[in-house]
């Protein structure tokens, strides 16, 4: 039984039947992905305006070099905090935690 599974199966029996959690569940990360890509959209522009900050007269590089650290963090890590919930409900759990 699959993480997902277990939540499912703690719902009533009629949410059950027609599947709503599991579709919920689905909604939720397809939402949460959406929200991710326009992060990472977001991340990708402010990366973009911290390149032009460099030019400046008075830049101080350490802190737009740490500025630009967090939104690269933010870009690459995005979809693979998805993936990763994903992978997550669908991990079987131990027979004794069902």
């Not at 599974?5 to 939720?28: D, P, W, Y």
Request: net charge negative; glycine share 2%; charged share 40%.
């Amino acid at each position: 039984m699959t993480k997902l599974e277990a939540i499912i199966n703690g719902r009533k029996l009629t949410e059950k039947l027609f599947g709503l959690k599991r579709s919920q569940v689905k909604r939720a990360l397809e939402a949460a992905k959406d929200n991710a890509e326009k992060q990472k959209e977001d991340a990708s522009v402010a990366y973009d305006e911290l390149f032009a900050k460099m030019a400046d007269e008075d830049a101080d590089y350490q802190s737009i070099i740490n500025a630009m650290l967090c939104h690269k963090q933010l870009i690459i890590s995005a979809d693979e905090a998805i993936e990763a919930i994903k992978k997550d409900l669908d991990t079987e759990i131990p027979e004794a935690e069902k």
